[in-house]
């Protein structure tokens, strides 16, 4: 498969997907600002609860190919977690989208809800105390792009992969690539193609 088909199919398979509103290649001369605008980010806390570190982007931005995405509420997320919590690499905390798995979990002693959908595992970390020590971390890792469909058989055994900016970086996705649009309910994703 040449690079160009390669490119088309896999913009086509993001442009068409439930809650895409627009698609953009992402420029390569874009990488370096958004890793800036990322760190700076991640000196900030989040909501006073500790560090955020945003892997998602940064291994989107390892990925040769890239598209920006402005998504709506209409974009179907899936089941995996926009936000853990860790302990060195342990996961400790994590969110939950599956509302069953949430009903279950809220009947056990060992876990404790930070927010309706974002449990901590008590026997993992003492909590607050290793959130107030800087023991732990908010992680925002890089996410199966499952809701892109590639008609391309070539490209359905790649790994698309996908992430969730700061809101620095949002900001500025938005006035780069899809002219300063900032409508209620609109954010941005980065894609990436993952190379063999």
Known sequence: MD????????????????GIVEVAFFL??????????????????????GKVINTGVREVLRCKLIYAALNNMDFAWGPHATLVMKKGREVVGKEVRDEHLIAELSNRKDVWFMHKNFVVYKDKMTFPQDIMRKIVHFEIPPL?????????????????????????????????????????????????????
């Not at 690079?3 to 439930?18: D, M, Q, W, Y």
Request: net charge negative.
């Open 28 to 49: 390569s001369e874009d990488r370096k600002k958004i890793v800036d605008i990322e760190a700076d980010a991640e000196e900030r806390s989040l909501m006073g609860l």
């Open 144 to 196: 199966p792009a499952e809701w892109c469909r590639v008609e391309d058989a070539e490209l359905q055994c790649r790994s698309i992969i996908y992430a969730n900016p700061s809101t620095p970086a949002d900001t500025f996705l938005k006035e780069k690539y899809f002219h300063g649009l900032d409508e209620r309910g609109f954010g941005t994703i980065l894609i990436g193609l993952q190379e063999d």
């Open 3 to 18: 690079r160009k088909a390669g490119n088309t199919a896999l913009f086509e398979a993001v442009k068409n997907s439930r």
